[in-house]
């Protein structure tokens, strides 16, 4: 293994997992840590944890759990995966991973840069833009779990870290790699880099070349495969038919009109977090409705933040989340008893609970379904999924999705 990811979700484990494949290196998606060795010809290992909203102890615990089963497969540089909005609490768990991570493979200071611009995340002068956006005003600040209201990446990693947070600014950037390793702080620093452009992220990756250790997006991995030799390539699929639904949990811009234009297509049933929390509404009732449908139906929860926000209000943050999170979970392990073979997950909670509700431990990647987006399958079965980060694809993203996993390339 050359390269090793730790994905603070699921959904972001998926994303960066194409990016190395469509740069041309095998690749393999494990949920959780693995118990057995990797295969020896993998040359890019991914572990997707579900640590970006646990608690900062158990979010540090596992990540170094992760580092150390890849480093025992031959890893010889780590990448830790975030969101590409940055998204955090105050207290992390983004800095607190990183520091742990840092000390354990020594390393002097970490390139982080969360860029995406594919997807229309741009880093500059040291802020975050999401589109023309600024991220405190992209719909990011009324994040359920992790709202972000400030755009200033130093600031947010220097409120998680005992760390300096230093800049490379893009004008440095674009001077190429010999100048982003110029300069690179002498002593221990977190180190955000600008990145406008695709171009910036390959001059990023080229300028990474031998270090340990990492931090950003999917995008801070588009220069890494040719570090190790790797020439671009597009994954193989083989075909999954059967029968299909979507399952929503993402409050999200971007989730919420997919919602609103796969409705028009296809049977939906909401779900409300009182619905969750009462037990008015069971994953094997909910199983019934689904398979009762025709096509390829959608249950969602992917509610106005503001309706939210007064459902976490009612019953808890914890405890609304973990109901429909639990829900939706067990829903999915029913399906794939009757027989349902494809899923389209939106949202990274969702994702995280559904995969782990199948009871999945290795994902194979195929090919693009959106930016970022990859569909894929449970190791040695023919179920195939779609795990998308909320604010990931366009609205026809669920239909593309189900005709992506029924066509092989």
């Given at each position: 293994m050359?390269?090793?990811?730790?994905?603070?979700?699921?959904?972001?484990?998926?994303?960066?997992?194409?990016?190395?494949a469509?740069?041309?290196?095998?690749?393999?998606?494990?949920?959780?840590?693995?118990?057995?060795?990797?295969?020896?010809?993998?040359?890019?290992?991914?572990?997707?944890?579900?640590?970006?909203?646990?608690?900062?102890?158990?979010?540090?615990?596992?990540?170094?759990?992760?580092?150390?089963?890849?480093?025992?497969?031959?890893?010889?540089?780590?990448?830790?995966?975030?969101?590409?909005?940055?998204?955090?609490?105050a207290?992390?768990?983004?800095?607190?991973?990183?520091?742990?991570?840092?000390?354990?493979?020594?390393?002097?200071?970490?390139?982080?840069?969360?860029?995406?611009?594919?997807?229309?995340?741009?880093?500059?002068?040291?802020?975050?833009?999401?589109?023309?956006?600024?991220?405190?005003?992209?719909?990011?600040?009324?994040?359920?779990l992790?709202?972000?209201?400030?755009?200033?990446?130093?600031?947010?990693?220097?409120?998680?870290?005992?760390?300096?947070?230093s800049?490379?600014?893009?004008?440095?950037?674009?001077?190429?790699?010999d100048?982003?390793?110029?300069?690179?702080?002498?002593?221990?620093?977190?180190?955000?880099?600008?990145?406008?452009?695709?171009?910036?992220?390959?001059?990023?990756?080229?300028?990474?070349?031998?270090?340990?250790?990492?931090?950003?997006?999917?995008?801070?991995?588009?220069?890494?495969?040719?570090?190790?030799?790797?020439?671009?390539?597009?994954?193989?699929?083989?075909?999954?038919?059967?029968?299909?639904?979507?399952?929503?949990?993402?409050?999200?811009?971007?989730?919420?009109?997919?919602?609103?234009?796969?409705?028009?297509i296809?049977?939906?049933?909401?779900?409300?977090?009182?619905?969750?929390?009462?037990?008015?509404?069971?994953?094997?009732?909910?199983?019934?409705?689904?398979?009762?449908?025709?096509?390829?139906?959608?249950?969602?929860?992917?509610?106005?933040?503001?309706?939210?926000?007064?459902?976490?209000?009612?019953?808890?943050?914890?405890?609304?989340?973990?109901?429909?999170?639990?829900?939706?979970?067990?829903?999915?392990?029913?399906?794939v008893?009757?027989?349902?073979?494809?899923?389209?997950?939106?949202?990274?909670?969702t994702?995280?609970?559904?995969?782990?509700?199948?009871?999945?431990?290795?994902?194979?990647?195929?090919p693009?379904?959106?930016?970022?987006?990859?569909?894929?399958?449970i190791?040695?079965?023919d179920?195939?999924?779609?795990?998308?980060?909320?604010?990931?694809?366009?609205?026809?993203?669920?239909?593309?999705?189900?005709?992506?996993?029924?066509?092989?390339?």
């Amino acid at each position: 293994m050359k390269i090793g990811v730790i994905a603070d979700d699921f959904t972001g484990a998926s994303d960066i997992a194409l990016t190395l494949a469509e740069g041309g290196m095998s690749v393999a998606q494990f949920i959780g840590v693995p118990d057995r060795p990797a295969d020896a010809t993998l040359e890019a290992g991914v572990v997707a944890l579900k640590s970006r909203t646990a608690r900062v102890g158990q979010a540090v615990h596992d990540s170094l759990a992760a580092c150390d089963w890849l480093l025992a497969q031959g890893a010889e540089q780590i990448v830790f995966k975030v969101c590409s909005t940055f998204d955090s609490t105050a207290e992390g768990n983004i800095g607190p991973v990183l520091e742990a991570l840092a000390a354990k493979l020594g390393a002097q200071h970490v390139i982080t840069c969360p860029a995406f611009p594919e997807n229309g995340r741009s880093v500059y002068q040291g802020h975050l833009f999401v589109s023309d956006r600024l991220l405190n005003e992209s719909g990011m600040q009324n994040h359920p779990l992790t709202p972000m209201t400030d755009p200033d990446l130093r600031r947010v990693l220097g409120e998680q870290t005992s760390w300096p947070v230093s800049h490379i600014n893009a004008q440095t950037v674009t001077h190429g790699p010999d100048a982003v390793r110029a300069a690179l702080p002498d002593g221990p620093a977190m180190v955000i880099v600008d990145a406008i452009h695709d171009a910036d992220l390959l001059t990023i990756g080229q300028a990474a070349k031998g270090e340990v250790l990492l931090c950003g997006g999917s995008g801070i991995a588009i220069g890494l495969p040719a570090n190790f030799g790797a020439q671009a390539a597009t994954p193989h699929w083989e075909s999954v038919t059967g029968r299909a639904v979507v399952i929503s949990g993402s409050c999200s811009i971007a989730t919420r009109g997919q919602v609103d234009q796969y409705r028009k297509i296809a049977p939906s049933k909401e779900i409300s977090a009182e619905d969750a929390v009462s037990g008015a509404v069971t994953a094997s009732t909910l199983a019934d409705w689904v398979q009762a449908q025709p096509g390829s139906p959608l249950v969602f929860s992917s509610a106005d933040p503001k309706v939210v926000q007064e459902a976490q209000l009612r019953f808890g943050r914890d405890t609304a989340a973990r109901a429909i999170e639990t829900l939706f979970s067990d829903l999915a392990a029913c399906l794939v008893q009757r027989g349902f073979a494809r899923f389209v997950i939106a949202g990274g909670e969702t994702s995280g609970s559904v995969v782990s509700g199948l009871k999945a431990t290795e994902l194979t990647i195929g090919p693009r379904i959106a930016p970022g987006v990859p569909v894929v399958r449970i190791g040695g079965t023919d179920v195939g999924l779609a795990l998308k980060s909320g604010n990931f694809g366009d609205r026809d993203f669920f239909e593309t999705s189900l005709k992506v996993m029924e066509t092989s390339s």
